[in-house]
């Protein structure tokens, strides 16, 4: 017998693609791994286990945007980065980069800021946060720090525009460890392009 037909599941894959896409868009979902799996069930095929990437998401995701909402998305962005710039800002005693959706255009209206910060003394973000009269919920996030991986503070705030806004808080020494890159962290000065551009 021969192989199975790659360019089958490769169109079902891209299919799952953009449905998960369209539902993110659409109904404001958030979770990637719940649009697949709904996708996947809306499409009659619950069990599978060729799921888009997440890479493959958000470029089916930024399609969609510029295809069915180019008008309504760019000044939601826009607004999503000045808010999260302005974050930046008064976070900048510890390094602040922007990651995810909002940096790289995928973001909705619902979409969260998150944004990393650096320091050695996770102390010193919380008495920050609380010198400020901020009001915020203080967890804990699983990331990976010099090739391991390790639980880090996290801090939620909501704007006053109701943008949830997640931060964590990383050593000092993972600021030099060369896995930022332009097209997925981005300081206040790379903000500031975009918004400029």
Same mark, same amino acid.
Request: glycine share 6%.
């Given at each position: 017998? @021969? *192989?199975?037909?790659?360019? #089958?599941?490769?169109?079902?894959? =891209? ?12 109904? !404001? /979902? &958030? ?12 499409? @009659?095929?619950?069990?599978?286990? $060729? ?23 760019? +000044? /939601?962005?826009? $607004?999503?980065?000045? %808010? ?7 976070? %900048? ?11 790289? @255009? &995928?973001?909705? %209206? #619902?979409?969260? /800021? ?23 919920? +203080?967890?804990?996030? *699983?990331?990976?720090? @010099? !090739? #391991?991986? =390790? ?6 705030? &909501?704007?006053?525009? !109701?943008?949830?806004?997640? /931060?964590?808080?990383?050593? %000092?020494?993972?600021?030099?460890? !060369? ?7 981005? +300081?206040?000065?790379?903000?500031? &392009?975009?918004?400029?551009?």
């Amino acid at each position: 017998m @021969g *192989k199975p037909h790659p360019q #089958r599941r490769d169109l079902m894959r =891209e299919q799952l693609a953009h449905l998960a896409a369209r539902m993110i868009a659409k109904d !404001g /979902i &958030t979770d990637f791994a719940f649009a697949k799996r709904k996708a996947a069930r809306q499409l @009659g095929a619950a069990d599978t286990q $060729h799921l888009p990437s997440n890479q493959e998401v958000e470029e089916a995701l930024l399609s969609y945007r510029a295809l069915y909402q180019r008008d309504s998305h760019p +000044d /939601i962005l826009y $607004h999503l980065r000045e %808010e999260a710039l302005a974050a930046m800002h008064l976070l %900048e005693p510890f390094h602040p980069y922007l990651v995810g959706s909002v940096l790289s @255009g &995928t973001a909705g %209206e #619902r979409s969260d /800021i998150n944004l990393m910060l650096f320091s050695d003394d996770a102390k010193a973000v919380l008495l920050f946060l609380l010198k400020h009269n901020l009001e915020f919920e +203080d967890g804990e996030w *699983k990331a990976r720090v @010099g !090739g #391991r991986e =390790e639980s880090v503070p996290s801090y939620t705030m &909501t704007s006053e525009s !109701g943008t949830q806004m997640h /931060i964590i808080v990383l050593p %000092e020494n993972a600021r030099h460890s !060369g896995s930022r890159h332009p097209e997925t962290h981005a +300081d206040i000065a790379a903000v500031e &392009t975009l918004l400029a551009g």
